[in-house]
C-alpha cells in the first residue's frame, strides 16, 4: 500500500518552520552498477547512505522499458519494509515507487552502502548497450516527491545517483586484454605479458591463466597481470566477486618479437653410459656440441648443467668447453651466452644407459643324501655377452650379498643341502652384475627292502641286506637265509648316502619242537575251545599264540602253576603257533583248533 507524506509535510510545516534544513545531514539514494547478459534476469541492488532516525522515506524509479522489463523486488533491508510498500501498476511503463512509513514504529538507523531493496530486470534489449536506473521526482497527482523524514520529522536533504545496467550478449565483450610481445632473446627469462580487467575494473574479478587453449582444474597463474611470458598460446577465464564463473574462456596471444638462439647449439656425437659403476672416472657418456659454425669459438660462454639449469649442479670441468666427457647416463642442459650480443641459447641432452645385461644360465643337482651328508651342487654360466671379466659369489638365499662374506667363489657350488642359493656374477670390466637364485631339490636314493620266502630259505633284494629275527640282529648280511627257528624275519638295507630302508616283517614257521622237553607237552591238538600247557618244573617263562599271518592272539607272560589254559574259544579254525621261552629257550609247536571234528 502506497501511501503520501503530504499530510506529515503539512505538519512538519507548521510545527518546525523554523529548522534550517541545510544543517541537517543529506541522505545518498543510490543504484549500483550491474552487468547482465541480454534475455536473462539481473539483481539492481538500491542502496542508501545516511540512513539515520528516519521514520519514513518514499521514492520513484524510473527506466525504459523497452530496454528492461520489471520482474520483481527482494532482499529487504530495513524492518517493516515488503512488497506491500511498493506501486508496481505502472512497471510496464518504467515506473516504480515505494513508500515506507510504518504506524508507531521506532525511529531506524542503517550503515552506510545497506542495500534498502533489490530490484529484478529481464533484460530485453537486443543490442549491447548501457541502460540507465534513475531516481525521478515525479510531479503527480497526488504529488509524490522523493522524501525521506527523521525522527524529528525534518525532511532530509536527497542526493540521488542513478544506475547504469551494461547489457551485453556475451561477458566475453567485456573483458579486456592486453598483450606485450615477447622481445627478449632469452628464453629463460622472457618479457612478455598479458594484462586483464572487466570494463577497466581489475579488482572486483579473479583472473586465472592458462597456457595453451585448454582450461584445466589448476590455473598456471591467477591475477590480472601475467608477466614473463613466451610468445604463444594462452586462455583466460573469468570469475565474478562471488567467485562465480562469469566467462569460461578468452583466448590471448603474445606475439614472438624475440631473438631465441633457439638453433644455435647442435649436437655432434651423444655417446651413451654403458656400465655400471658409481665411479666417476669409469663413467662412459659424453656429449659434443656446435655453436654457430660461422662465428669464433671464443665468442661464447659455455657451461654445462647435470639436469637442468635452475635445478642442477655446474659441471665446472667442462666451463666454456665443447665437449663434456666420462658422464652418467641421465639429463643434462647447455647453456651458451653469446658475448657479442648478450643472448642466451640452450639446449636439453639426455645420455642414455646402455648398460649391459649379463644374461645367466642355471643347473642344480639334487642332495641323495638321507642324512650324515650332502652331494647337492648348483652352477652358473653366462650366455651373454661375450667378452666379460666375470666373478662369481655364491650366498644362501637370505644373505647380504657381499663379496667378503660370500659362501664360496666361482660358477659352482657343491656340497650342497637342499635349499635356495644365490649366484651373483659382477663384471669386473664394467661393474654390471646380475644374479639368480637356484633350487636344490632333495631326491633320496635308496632301494625298497623287501623280502620273501622260497622253500625252506628266505630271500632278500639286495645283497647289502642286514637280517634280524624277532628284532634282534643275527649278524648276518646278504641274499639269502636258511633260518633255523621259527619266527618273523626282517632286513635293512643301507647305502653310500645314509639311506635307510626296512622291510615288512615276515613269519617263519618249523614244524615240530626246535628242541625235545619230555617235560613240555601241549594237550589237546587238536583243541576246540583251549589248549593246556604243562609246567611241570616250573621253568615256563612265557607263551604266546600266533595265527598264520603273524599276528599275536593271546599270551601269557606270569607263569606260577604247574599247567596253563590258553582259551581261544573266540578264534576261527585253523593252525596256530605255540610260542614258548623255557630256561632261556625257545620252542615252538603247532596246533589246530577244529570246531566241527
Not at 49 to 73: E, H, R
Not at 162 to 181: H, T
Request: glycine share 6%; with cysteine.
Amino acid at each position: 500500500m502506497i501511501r503520501s507524506l503530504f499530510a506529515f509535510l503539512f505538519f512538519i510545516s507548521i510545527f518546525s518552520a523554523t529548522i534550517s534544513f541545510a544543517q541537517l545531514s543529506p541522505v545518498d539514494l543510490f543504484i549500483a552498477d550491474e552487468i547482465g547478459k541480454i534475455g536473462e534476469v539481473i539483481r539492481v541492488n538500491v542502496k542508501v547512505n545516511g540512513f539515520t532516525d528516519i521514520i519514513a522515506c518514499q521514492a520513484s524509479i524510473n527506466w525504459d522499458p523497452s530496454l528492461l522489463k520489471y520482474s520483481g523486488v527482494s532482499d529487504f533491508g530495513i524492518a517493516f519494509l515488503g512488497e506491500d510498500d511498493f506501486g508496481t501498476t505502472t512497471s510496464d511503463q518504467g515506473h516504480l515507487r515505494f513508500a515506507w512509513d510504518p504506524n508507531d514504529a521506532l525511529p531506524i538507523s542503517v550503515s552506510d552502502s545497506t542495500v534498502l531493496f533489490s530490484i529484478q530486470f529481464e533484460i530485453i534489449t537486443t543490442q549491447s548497450q548501457d541502460i540507465s536506473i534513475s531516481f525521478t521526482d515525479i510531479t503527480s497527482d497526488p504529488a509524490f516527491p522523493n522524501e525521506f523524514a527523521n525522527s524529528n520529522y525534518d525532511l532530509l536533504t536527497i542526493n540521488t545517483s542513478p544506475g547504469v545496467i551494461s547489457a551485453v550478449a556475451d561477458f566475453k565483450d567485456l573483458v579486456n586484454i592486453r598483450s606485450i610481445p615477447d622481445t627478449s632473446c632469452d628464453e629463460k627469462t622472457p618479457l612478455g605479458s598479458l594484462k586483464a580487467d572487466v570494463m577497466d575494473d581489475s579488482t572486483s574479478y579473479t583472473f586465472h591463466w592458462f597456457h595453451g587453449n585448454i582450461v584445466t582444474a589448476t590455473p598456471d597463474y591467477i591475477g590480472y597481470r601475467y608477466n614473463n611470458l613466451l610468445a604463444g598460446d594462452y586462455t583466460l577465464q573469468v570469475l565474478d566477486e562471488d567467485n562465480a564463473l562469469f566467462v569460461e574462456s578468452i583466448s590471448a596471444v603474445i606475439v614472438d618479437a624475440s631473438n631465441y638462439q633457439s638453433n644455435a647449439i647442435s649436437i655432434i656425437s651423444n655417446n651413451p653410459q654403458t656400465t655400471c659403476s658409481i665411479l666417476p672416472e669409469k663413467q662412459t657418456g659424453s656429449i659434443e656440441i656446435n655453436v654457430n659454425d660461422a662465428q669464433p669459438a671464443d665468442t661464447y660462454l659455455i657451461s654445462w648443467w647435470e639436469e637442468t639449469l635452475e635445478n642442477g649442479t655446474e659441471l665446472m670441468d667442462f666451463r666454456d668447453l665443447f665437449k663434456a666427457e666420462k658422464l652418467k647416463g641421465g639429463a643434462y642442459e647447455i647453456a651458451v651466452k653469446n658475448m657479442t650480443d648478450g643472448c642466451m641459447s640452450y639446449l636439453k641432452e639426455n645420455i642414455e644407459e646402455n648398460k649391459i645385461l649379463i644374461q645367466l644360465e642355471t643347473t642344480s643337482t639334487p642332495n641323495n643324501y638321507c642324512e650324515d651328508g650332502a652331494n647337492g651342487s648348483a652352477t652358473v654360466a653366462i650366455t651373454n655377452p661375450e667378452n666379460l671379466d666375470p666373478r662369481y659369489y655364491w650366498f644362501f638365499e637370505n644373505d647380504a650379498m657381499d663379496t667378503t662374506s660370500a659362501r664360496k667363489k666361482g660358477p659352482t657350488f657343491d656340497q650342497l643341502n637342499e635349499g635356495v642359493y644365490k649366484a651373483w656374477v659382477i663384471d669386473l670390466l664394467t661393474e654390471c652384475f646380475s644374479t639368480e637364485n637356484i633350487t636344490v631339490e632333495k631326491d633320496e636314493i635308496y632301494a625298497e627292502a623287501l623280502i620273501v620266502q622260497e622253500g625252506s630259505a628266505l630271500k632278500a633284494n639286495d645283497e647289502r641286506a642286514n637280517w634280524f629275527r624277532n628284532d634282534i640282529f643275527l649278524q648276518k648280511t646278504g641274499l639269502t637265509l636258511n633260518p633255523s627257528l621259527s619266527g618273523y624275519y626282517h632286513i635293512t638295507i643301507s647305502n653310500e648316502f645314509n639311506c635307510f630302508s626296512k622291510s615288512e616283517s615276515l613269519f617263519y614257521g618249523i614244524t615240530g619242537l626246535e628242541a625235545v622237553d619230555t617235560d613240555l607237552s601241549i594237550f589237546p591238538n587238536p583243541f576246540e575251545e583251549y589248549i593246556r600247557i604243562s609246567n611241570q618244573d616250573g621253568l615256563l617263562e612265557f607263551v604266546q599264540v600266533y595265527d598264520t599271518q603273524g599276528r599275536l592272539i593271546s599270551e601269557n607272560n606270569s607263569i606260577k602253576n604247574k599247567f596253563i589254559d590258553l582259551y581261544l574259544s573266540g578264534s576261527s579254525d585253523g593252525i596256530y603257533l605255540i610260542k614258548m621261552r623255557r630256561d632261556g629257550k625257545i620252542y615252538t609247536r603247532k596246533v589246530v583248533k577244529n570246531l566241527s571234528k
